[in-house]
């Protein structure tokens, strides 16, 4: 089970770990569950207000923190609220028993990032969020906390994703640039430092709608629902003519990127935030980006949705600014199903777009 190549494990190796136990569930897989570089995680039956977002810490499990902070049960059977500005922890479906040199990493799923909605995994006695260690054996739980909209969540829904690394796995700027030379990785110029930079279309080909930016009071968002709400309800259009905006303190946007990227099918990658310093905004990492995304015969990629909250002042976001970077990873192997290609894809091919949930 554990002589795999190094690198980001695929779907079929994911399989094998399935198969040899190595990752368990208290309820039947379901079909669509393996991506081609990724595991969807299912929230569990119950979900538990906290006063405040914590890690469990060495030493400690996620359970006895609970006893501390737990303020209240939430019932996910049938579906509950999660209220705006609360947190809440859910122990999930699965658990793992990971081989000791195979560790895993944690991402929300690109739907619920753009809905503002802050997910991280946790396990006992982490240290970090959303990263699981070498020979992890244990529960693995979400925090969740909604940031803009409050929201209906119910067991059996996967907001998150995990992806598993054998040794490895990072690309290196040199290896990426060849890479880009023998099958270009984005449009344009090939901005390469710590991974691939992109930046932020403020100066569309068409017209002159730029991103959207989330209204503060507005009602609640059901999960399950697709192509249900109309966004106008939930968004404000966000236009500008002058190819730069003014972002506000605390305001959550959803804007594009200039390039279009593409992953090849022995590649994965992992957004990541560019520099601390280029401002008082972060882009969100609600990002893996599996093999195929944006890899057709065209060639001609897909663009990159970004999630970005203002800090404490306000920023002036220009076009063209580099506002994140993707790192790219060696695949152990290349997936049996590739994205956008093999599995139904909600995002192949977009350009500026809110999430599923919202009638196009």
């Known amino acids: 089970m554990t002589n795999f190549p190094n690198g980001v494990l695929s779907d079929a190796q994911m399989q094998q770990l399935i198969d040899a136990g190595a990752i368990t569930a208290s309820a039947p897989f379901t079909e669509g569950q393996l991506q081609p570089a990724s595991l969807d995680l299912r929230l569990g039956t119950r979900a538990y207000r906290v006063r405040a977002s914590f890690l469990a810490g060495k030493g400690a499990t996620v359970a006895d923190r609970l006893d501390l902070f737990q ?10 609220v999660l209220e705006k500005g609360c947190v809440y922890v859910v122990p999930l479906l699965e658990s793992l028993a990971l081989p000791a040199d195979m560790r895993g990493a944690a991402s929300a799923k690109s739907s619920i990032g753009r809905l503002d909605l802050l997910t991280r995994v946790i396990t006992d006695n982490g240290v970090e969020f959303d990263r699981v260690p070498r020979g992890y054996t244990g529960p693995l739980y979400v925090e ?35 890479l880009h030379a023998e099958t270009p990785i984005v449009s344009g110029d090939a901005v390469i430092s710590d991974g691939l930079g ?152 977009q350009g500026l777009k809110l999430s599923k949930h919202f009638k196009v």
Not at 71 to 80: F, W
Not at 325 to 336: A, G, I, K
């Open 198 to 349: 992109f930046s932020v279309d403020l100066k569309p080909a068409d017209g002159d709608l730029v991103g959207y930016r989330a209204k503060p009071h507005t009602g609640v968002i059901d999960l399950s629902k697709l192509a249900h709400y109309d966004p106008a309800e939930y968004w404000e259009e966000v236009r500008t003519t002058e190819g730069r905006i003014i972002l506000d303190p605390g305001a959550f946007y959803i804007l594009v990127s200039r390039e279009a990227i593409t992953i090849p099918p022995n590649c994965a990658a992992e957004m990541a935030p560019y520099l601390a310093m280029v401002g008082e905004f972060r882009v969100h990492y609600a990002g893996f980006f599996d093999p195929g995304f944006g890899h057709s015969e065209s060639g001609e990629g897909s663009r990159g949705v970004l999630e970005v909250r203002c800090h404490e002042a306000p920023f002036v976001l220009e076009h063209g600014q580099v506002v994140g970077r993707l790192v790219y990873e060696h695949m152990s192997q290349v997936p049996d199903q590739l994205y956008g290609i093999d599995i139904k894809s909600n995002y192949q091919g």
């Open 71 to 80: 303020m209240h049960e939430v019932d996910l059977t049938d579906g509950a």
């Open 144 to 178: 969740i906390c909604p940031r803009s909209f409050s929201v209906v969540a119910k067991t059996g829904q996967m907001l998150n994703q995990i992806i598993f690394r054998m040794g490895e796995t990072e690309i290196n700027d040199a290896d990426l640039a060849a």
